[in-house]
C-alpha cells in the first residue's frame, strides 16, 4: 500500500484491477484542497470565452480556446497547475435542451472539454462554424470545476495564491476549501416527484426543498445558509435514469436556488415535470441524481454562503452548510486496458487516485467500484465526467451506491443504449487511446 501511494505521488502510474483487489491505494487527504472552476460562455459565432460576475466568479481559468481538435480549451493559472482529484462539466439548461452534452480530459495545465449533440447524433467540431454556430444560437454555458491537491508549508501554513480579482473583476487565482463551502445532495423520484434522499448513508448538504418550475424543471431550493455565489456545480442522474437514456443540464443561477432540465435522449427531447407522461420517464423505486457544488464563504464582493453546518436544521441528515475541513473529497480515473477493453483504477502525478481500492465489472456489464477503508464515509455527494474520446460515442455514465461501493451503468447516447461490458463488441468502444472515467466523492468527515 505505501509502495503504490509513493507511486502516485511521485508520478509513476498505478494501475488496480479486480485481479489486483489485494493492492489498495491508500486515502490521500491533503492538509488542504486546491478548488476550482468557470463558466465558458460563447459568442453568436460560437468562439468561447470566459464569463465571471459576482453571482458565478471565475477561479482558475487563465484563458480559452479552440484546440485543434475541435474542443473548449482551457488554460489554467499558474496557481492551479496541481494534481488533480476531481473533475466537475455540465452544460447549461439551454444546451440541454437541444440535446447537448459534455465530456471532459485534464491534466495539471489544462482542462478541455469535447461537446456531443445528440439530435445531429454526433460530437461537435468547433473548428466548423456550423458546429459553432449550434452553440452560439443558443446562449449556452458549458461549466468547468476541478478539485486538486494544494500545497502547504511546513507548518502547515496555506501556500496557494488566491490573487482576488487578478486577472479582471471577479477572475481570481485560485481558491482553498478553506475558503468555500461544499454542498450535494440525492433527490429521489420514487413517485415522478422529487423528494430528499437523506439517511445515515446519504447526508444532504445546503438543501432547504425541492420541486417543479413552472418551466417542468427540477427545482432545488438551497438552504439559508448556502445562499452564495458558485465555483463550480454538476449534476448526474443515478444508473436507472442513465440506462433510459437521460441526461441533465443546470441553470437557475444559483446563489438561492438550482435548475435542472431533463434531456430524453429517446424521445429525442427535453422533458417536462408538469407533465405526468414526462415524470413517469423518471419515476422509479430507485431513481435519483446526485448533485454537487461549491460556493464561495469567505470571498471580498461575493455572495458569501456560511460555513456554520446548522447540523439537522432541514431534517433528518440535511444539513444547512459545511464547517471548513469537514468534507473529504476523493477521486479516480478508471481507464480501460487496450487489450481486453477491462477496466482499472488509474494514478499519476497528474491525476491522483485516492479513496478507492479496486474496480471490477458485475454480471450485469456495469461498473463496480469498492472504496477503501478510510473512505467509507457517509456520502454527500459523487460525480462521473466521461473523456473526451468516450464522448465520441455520447457515452454517459450514471451512477448507484453508499459507504461503500459505487456501480456505474454505461450508456451511449450514439447507439441509443446501455453499454455491457461483459460483451467484447461493448468493451472495443472503451478500448480506444484516452478513454476513461473521472469518478468522485464528497463524503463527511467522520
Not at 465571471?52 to 484563458?63: E, T
Not at 449556452?140 to 486577472?167: F, H, R
Not at 435548475?259 to 431513481?287: E, K
Not at 466521461?386 to 461503500?404: H, L, P
Request: hydrophobic share 40%; proline share 3%.
Amino acid at each position: 500500500m505505501v509502495t503504490a501511494l509513493l507511486a502516485v505521488l511521485l508520478g509513476a502510474s498505478v494501475s488496480v484491477g479486480a485481479a489486483a483487489s489485494g493492492v489498495s491505494p491508500e486515502i490521500i487527504v491533503p492538509e488542504q484542497y486546491l478548488i476550482g472552476g468557470c463558466a465558458i460562455g460563447f459568442s453568436a459565432y460560437g468562439v468561447p470565452r470566459l464569463e465571471a460576475q459576482r453571482s458565478r466568479p471565475c477561479i482558475g481559468a487563465a484563458s480559452v480556446s479552440v484546440s485543434p481538435a475541435g474542443d473548449v480549451n482551457v488554460v489554467l493559472t499558474e496557481a492551479s497547475r496541481l494534481p488533480v482529484i476531481r473533475l466537475l462539466v455540465s452544460v447549461s439548461t439551454q444546451l440541454t435542451r437541444r440535446g447537448i452534452s459534455a465530456g471532459i480530459s485534464a491534466g495539471k495545465d489544462t482542462v478541455a472539454v469535447r461537446l456531443y449533440d445528440d439530435l445531429l447524433g454526433r460530437r461537435l467540431d468547433l473548428r466548423y462554424a456550423t458546429d459553432r454556430r449550434r452553440l452560439g444560437a443558443l446562449g449556452g454555458q458549458v461549466n468547468v470545476g476541478w478539485t486538486k491537491q494544494a500545497p502547504v508549508g511546513g507548518d502547515g501554513e496555506s501556500l496557494v495564491e488566491l490573487g482576488i480579482d487578478a486577472l479582471g473583476p471577479y477572475r481570481d487565482l485560485a481558491t482553498t476549501d478553506a475558503e468555500t463551502v461544499q454542498g450535494g445532495c440525492v433527490i429521489r423520484f420514487d413517485t415522478g416527484l422529487p423528494r430528499v434522499h437523506a439517511n445515515a448513508a446519504h447526508i444532504c448538504t445546503g438543501v432547504q426543498s425541492v420541486g417543479i418550475t413552472s418551466l417542468g424543471k427540477l427545482a432545488v431550493n438551497l438552504s439559508a445558509e448556502q445562499r452564495g455565489s458558485v465555483v463550480n456545480a454538476q449534476a448526474d442522474p443515478d444508473e436507472t435514469l442513465t440506462a433510459r437514456g437521460i441526461v441533465m443540464g443546470i441553470g437557475g443561477g444559483g446563489v438561492d436556488a438550482f435548475h435542472y432540465q431533463f434531456y430524453d435522449s429517446r424521445l429525442n427531447r427535453p422533458l417536462n415535470l408538469n407533465v405526468a407522461t414526462d415524470r413517469a420517464r423518471v419515476a422509479g423505486s430507485y431513481s435519483n441524481v446526485w448533485l454537487t457544488w461549491t460556493k464561495t464563504a469567505t470571498r471580498l464582493g461575493a455572495v458569501n454562503a456560511s460555513q456554520d453546518p446548522a447540523i439537522d436544521k432541514y431534517g433528518a441528515f440535511m444539513n444547512g452548510s459545511s464547517a471548513a475541513g469537514s468534507t473529504i473529497q476523493t477521486g479516480c480515473t478508471i481507464r480501460f486496458s487496450q487489450v481486453d477493453g477491462k477496466p482499472f483504477l488509474s494514478g499519476t502525478s497528474a491525476a491522483l487516485c485516492t479513496g478507492v481500492k479496486s474496480v471490477a465489472v458485475t454480471s450485469s456489464g456495469a461498473i463496480s467500484v469498492a472504496a477503501s477503508s478510510a473512505a467509507s464515509a457517509p456520502v454527500v455527494s459523487t460525480t462521473t465526467v466521461s473523456s473526451r474520446s468516450v464522448t465520441d460515442y455520447g457515452v454517459r455514465a450514471g451512477v448507484s451506491g453508499g459507504i461503500g461501493a459505487s456501480v456505474y451503468r454505461l450508456y451511449s447516447l450514439r447507439l441509443g443504449r446501455v453499454l455491457d461490458l461483459n460483451k467484447r463488441d461493448d468493451r472495443l468502444i472503451l478500448q480506444r487511446s484516452g478513454s476513461w472515467l473521472s469518478v468522485g466523492w464528497s463524503r463527511q468527515r467522520v
